[in-house]
């Protein structure tokens, strides 16, 4: 390129002294002669594919978006959702999972479950006074750590600060709390039930810390503010106890929190409801949302294959097999007859969803709400068996969009077919730039040619006007 310029540069400087020919301008018109039908077509064939690889890229993105949607009915679970709910909050709140037992059951509850915590006798002083040394085996329940007091750490500020860094400490927590009578040792346990009580023994031989000493047949250094118990309710009359107030082992997939006790006896208070029914609040707005999805898709889609008879104009998918063969396949799955095992309830129309003369869907919510009343295992079917609806479409629009598919095959066609028009652009390039320095390389030589030839005729016209004048006789 560098030698093309050189010649060029030289050329018109010939041109400037008087040359028959400007190279330059004589080169560039020719080669962009030669190159404008080769870019024409090249540039043509470049933006339908650019054109086919954009609205490639829309079709995979709205069939995506739509598959997105069913993950939330494509399986039977979606369809077994239930909501728990209480009649008095104060007693208790519930959530459910899937598959709980439908129903209505009476909760009463005598006890909540509680952690025990213990507070000291008073000991002189602010709690900077010693108590003593030794060591201490605290325990909570089953789970035991020791302390050790030594003369430097034997307040007892201290000592509550040794246990509350133990290693191994399960969950009792020790305060110091100073009144007009003295200092007192707060213990405190983060595990409910009555398994969790708390003990405190001096494990050394000696008495140094017997003041802070509790246990069985030991509880007089300290007072009980709150009793290590269970929680005692019963469901339905069935008693149960549970050590902590978050009970889910009563009633399959049903979490009770119990937050208050009931009145004793048969009367007013003495109970709670706990309803358990399908939720079918979720199920429609999850319906909904599938309805929505799909119709986002098609608006989406039907540009790509349209055809405008005001204007001539048509979509850049228009005819193609692919997009012509998935909207064929979506079809024919959202308007097909699944066996749901009810005769009633097995099309999309049949539970409230229709098509519209757009294309598009709409739910009836009144008429869902009366397929689930009616056969919510038929509703569950129609989306969520093997051979239903969303699990369907999942399935074929994943083949679509996976590796392999016919989405992805006709992908990597187009960027093929893009990478050799950029090779054709690369290898035009190379041409003109070898036709550049061809021609230039040519008319430099033929405008050297018609400049000295230029200069031969200048000469001998002098010449020949230096000539002698004949005169002819008169």
């Not at 036709?435 to 000295?452: E, F, I, M």
């Given at each position: 390129?560098?030698?093309?310029?050189?010649?060029?540069?030289?050329?018109?400087?010939q041109?400037?002294?008087?040359?028959v020919?400007?190279?330059?301008?004589?080169?560039?018109?020719?080669?962009?002669?030669?190159?404008?039908p080769?870019?024409?077509?090249?540039?043509?064939?470049?933006?339908?594919?650019?054109?086919?690889?954009?609205?490639?890229?829309?079709?995979k993105?709205?069939?995506?978006?739509?598959?997105?949607?069913?993950?939330?009915?494509?399986?039977?679970?979606?369809?077994?959702?239930?909501?728990?709910?209480?009649?008095?909050?104060?007693?208790?709140?519930?959530?459910?999972?899937?598959?709980?037992?439908?129903?209505?059951?009476?909760?009463?509850?005598?006890?909540?479950?509680?952690?025990q915590?213990?507070?000291?006798?008073?000991?002189?002083?602010?709690?900077?006074?010693?108590?003593?040394?030794?060591?201490?085996?605290?325990?909570?329940?089953?789970?035991?750590?020791?302390?050790?007091?030594d003369?430097?750490?034997?307040?007892?500020?201290?000592?509550?600060?040794?246990?509350?860094?133990?290693?191994?400490?399960?969950?009792?927590?020790?305060?110091?709390?100073?009144?007009?009578?003295?200092?007192?040792?707060?213990?405190?346990?983060?595990?409910t039930?009555?398994?969790?009580?708390?003990?405190?023994?001096?494990?050394?031989?000696?008495?140094g810390?017997?003041?802070?000493?509790?246990?069985?047949?030991?509880?007089?250094?300290?007072?009980?503010?709150?009793?290590?118990?269970?929680?005692?309710?019963?469901?339905?009359?069935i008693?149960?106890?549970?050590?902590?107030n978050?009970?889910?082992?009563?009633?399959?997939?049903?979490?009770?929190?119990?937050?208050?006790?009931?009145?004793?006896?048969?009367?007013?208070?003495s109970?709670?409801?706990?309803?358990?029914?399908?939720?079918?609040?979720?199920?429609?707005?999850?319906?909904?949302?599938?309805?929505?999805?799909?119709?986002?898709?098609?608006?989406?889609?039907?540009?790509?294959?349209?055809?405008?008879?005001?204007?001539?104009?048509?979509?850049?998918?228009?005819?193609?097999?692919?997009?012509?063969?998935?909207?064929?396949?979506?079809?024919?799955?959202?308007?097909?007859?699944?066996?749901?095992?009810?005769?009633t309830?097995?099309?999309?129309?049949?539970?409230?969803?229709?098509?519209?003369?757009?294309?598009?869907?709409?739910?009836?919510?009144?008429?869902?709400?009366?397929a689930?009343?009616?056969?919510?295992?038929?509703?569950?079917?129609?989306?969520?068996?093997?051979?239903?609806?969303?699990?369907?479409?999942?399935?074929?629009?994943?083949?679509?969009?996976?590796?392999?598919g016919?989405?992805?095959?006709?992908?990597?066609?187009?960027?093929?077919?893009?990478?050799?028009?950029?090779?054709?652009?690369?290898?035009?390039?190379?041409?003109?730039?070898?036709?550049?320095?061809?021609?230039?390389?040519?008319?430099?030589?033929?405008?050297?040619?018609?400049?000295s030839?230029?200069?031969t005729?200048?000469?001998?016209?002098?010449?020949?006007?230096?000539?002698?004048?004949?005169?002819?006789?008169?």
């Amino acid at each position: 390129m560098a030698n093309t310029v050189s010649v060029a540069a030289s050329s018109s400087a010939q041109a400037a002294g008087g040359s028959v020919i400007d190279v330059s301008s004589l080169v560039s018109q020719l080669v962009s002669a030669s190159r404008a039908p080769k870019d024409a077509i090249i540039s043509q064939k470049t933006q339908a594919v650019t054109t086919q690889i954009s609205a490639l890229g829309k079709l995979k993105s709205a069939l995506s978006s739509f598959q997105d949607s069913l993950s939330a009915i494509d399986t039977p679970a979606a369809f077994n959702a239930e909501i728990a709910n209480t009649s008095n909050g104060s007693v208790f709140t519930a959530s459910a999972t899937s598959g709980a037992a439908l129903g209505t059951y009476s909760v009463s509850v005598t006890q909540l479950a509680k952690a025990q915590q213990l507070v000291s006798a008073a000991i002189p002083g602010d709690g900077s006074t010693t108590v003593g040394t030794g060591t201490l085996q605290v325990s909570l329940g089953s789970t035991s750590f020791n302390v050790t007091i030594d003369n430097a750490h034997s307040s007892l500020a201290s000592i509550a600060a040794a246990i509350n860094s133990a290693t191994g400490n399960p969950g009792i927590s020790a305060t110091v709390m100073t009144g007009t009578d003295g200092a007192h040792l707060l213990l405190s346990s983060s595990q409910t039930g009555a398994t969790n009580g708390i003990t405190v023994a001096e494990t050394d031989a000696g008495t140094g810390l017997a003041a802070i000493t509790y246990g069985a047949g030991n509880t007089a250094h300290y007072t009980e503010n709150s009793p290590a118990q269970d929680a005692i309710y019963s469901i339905s009359g069935i008693p149960h106890t549970s050590a902590s107030n978050t009970v889910t082992n009563a009633l399959n997939g049903i979490t009770l929190t119990l937050t208050g006790t009931t009145v004793a006896g048969n009367g007013p208070g003495s109970s709670a409801q706990l309803s358990v029914t399908s939720d079918t609040s979720t199920i429609t707005q999850n319906l909904q949302a599938f309805v929505d999805a799909y119709n986002a898709m098609v608006k989406v889609i039907q540009p790509l294959g349209s055809f405008d008879s005001t204007t001539g104009s048509a979509g850049p998918m228009l005819g193609d097999a692919v997009l012509n063969g998935i909207q064929n396949e979506i079809r024919t799955t959202l308007h097909g007859i699944v066996n749901t095992g009810n005769s009633t309830y097995n099309t999309l129309a049949s539970v409230g969803i229709r098509s519209k003369s757009d294309g598009t869907l709409t739910l009836d919510q009144a008429r869902l709400q009366t397929a689930l009343a009616a056969a919510p295992g038929a509703v569950s079917s129609l989306f969520s068996s093997a051979n239903g609806i969303a699990a369907t479409l999942n399935t074929r629009i994943g083949n679509e969009l996976g590796s392999g598919g016919v989405l992805d095959t006709r992908s990597k066609t187009l960027i093929k077919q893009e990478n050799a028009l950029t090779d054709q652009t690369n290898q035009l390039n190379d041409q003109m730039t070898r036709l550049t320095a061809s021609l230039t390389q040519q008319y430099s030589q033929l405008n050297t040619l018609l400049s000295s030839l230029q200069t031969t005729s200048a000469y001998l016209t002098q010449q020949f006007s230096a000539l002698p004048q004949v005169q002819s006789k008169g």
